[in-house]
């Protein structure tokens, strides 16, 4: 194990760059925080390149010493934590993007400019609390490497692949070529989701506050809605997409 | 309309307590903040004691001559605003917290120590676009009228009723008396989400860490669980009360 002491060893500066998009695309790396995280990490067999913990780290951990692993000052760890209240301990993880879909699932969820981190890391859990290995996202929906998706992932970040799309038309024609059906939900059409099966659905959810792009919308198979009997108009995206996937396990059963 | 310039002013002191519980609690008042919260507030006829806009204020809000207005620098703006980017809009609203259950109603919903404001107000906000028009919380639930609970409602928060329940064991006899059955969401049962019917259910959800209470769930009638295929062991709590909530509304059509 090393023992680091100053905010300038190389490492530590590294770590503190990993807030950015651009530093995590070039190293193709990112940082797993949380004792939970890294030992999902661990667990998940993710490629793990570095285990930095704080001088007061004390949880039960086995087998960190198979790691590259580092020790810090309280002081130090602060700088390079990514929350307010810091477990002590975090990893620097290789990206395990892919490019290439697997046309064999039923289903491919889609998302289309999701914004708000939280809600992507929930989408991420629901993916892979129905057991898809895999998801597609826009080149603007908020970065799954993100500290913050990363944390509401609850591990599924090491479970299901990213697929990041350069061009959203494009994968989509892609699917359809390969006998998928894309599936969009919006409020504005009268098929409910319950009318529909799922079996080969790209199911695409779009933005939080402007839904699923018009030109994403102009080339769908299927719109469908979620029907709300009460007054509101819409609901957060991460909830809309569970109860879209889950009528999909139902029907599944 | 009234001019502040001083932080000093008896008005702008008031606003800047609100953001304890026990402030709220003891003028039975909250915060609503933002363009469209503030149209919702009057759209739904909240009871509202003042607005303050900040100089730089220039939306189309009608009849705000209607109420009890202030406008302020932007400076003092800042200082009263819970969000980093405030929009120069917020209001005094009061409570309508209901001590009284309406037994009418096919389903309750009954929040069992939700920790997360975001989650109440997601969980709100989903009982809203079903037509509930009350929920039961616990009192170790976020306080409903939190600022980050009110922003994340959407709204609903102006339509769905707020019962705070002292004890929850009690209420949940009391809802018991009158013909309903409760319904405990949680992973250890072998029973699902889908094979029960939801008339005259109270569905009880859980902590984000711990679930539903051990002596909540000892006197539930039924334990039921949402199947996941996969491998995620849970669900964040308000894509679970979606989905089972959307259960009912599918059952229902």
């Known amino acids: 194990m090393q023992r680091i002491t100053s905010k300038e060893n190389k490492l530590i500066k590294k770590i503190s760059k990993f807030n950015t998009k651009k530093y995590r695309d070039l190293q193709d790396e990112f940082i797993v925080e949380g004792i939970k995280m890294v030992k999902e990490a661990i667990l998940e067999n993710a490629k793990i390149k570095n285990i930095v913990i704080s001088e007061d780290f004390n949880s039960d951990i086995s087998n960190l010493e198979n790691y590259d692993l580092a020790m810090v000052p309280q002081k130090i760890f602060s700088l390079i934590s990514n929350v ?3 477990q002590g301990i975090l990893a620097v993880a ?3 993007t892919k490019n290439k879909i697997n046309f064999d699932d039923d289903i491919v969820l889609v998302l289309d400019d999701v914004q708000d981190p939280g809600n992507v890391g929930t989408i991420l859990r629901i993916a ?3 057991g898809l290995k895999q998801i597609i996202v ?18 599924a970040i090491f479970r299901v692949q990213i697929i990041e799309s350069e061009d959203l038309k494009q994968t989509l024609e ?8 894309t599936v969009v ?9 319950y009318d529909i099966n799922y079996i080969k659905k790209a199911i695409i959810v779009g933005n939080e ?5 018009q030109d994403i919308m102009d080339i769908s198979d299927e719109k469908v809605k979620i029907p709300m009997p009460g007054k509101a108009e819409s609901l957060n995206v991460s909830v809309a997409t569970g109860i879209v996937l889950y009528e999909y396990v139902r029907q599944k059963r």
Chains 1, 2 share one sequence.
């Open 174 to 181: 892609e699917l359809k070529s390969h006998d998928f059906k």
């Open 128 to 130: 892979d609390s129905i």
């Open 94 to 96: 290789e990206k395990q």
């Open 84 to 86: 307010s209240t810091p």
């Open 209 to 213: 506050a402007n839904g699923v792009s």
């Open 185 to 193: 939900t919006t409020p504005s059409t009268q098929k409910n989701i």
């Open 138 to 155: 826009s080149n603007k929906t908020a970065d799954c490497y993100n500290p913050k998706v990363i944390r509401s992932t609850m591990g």
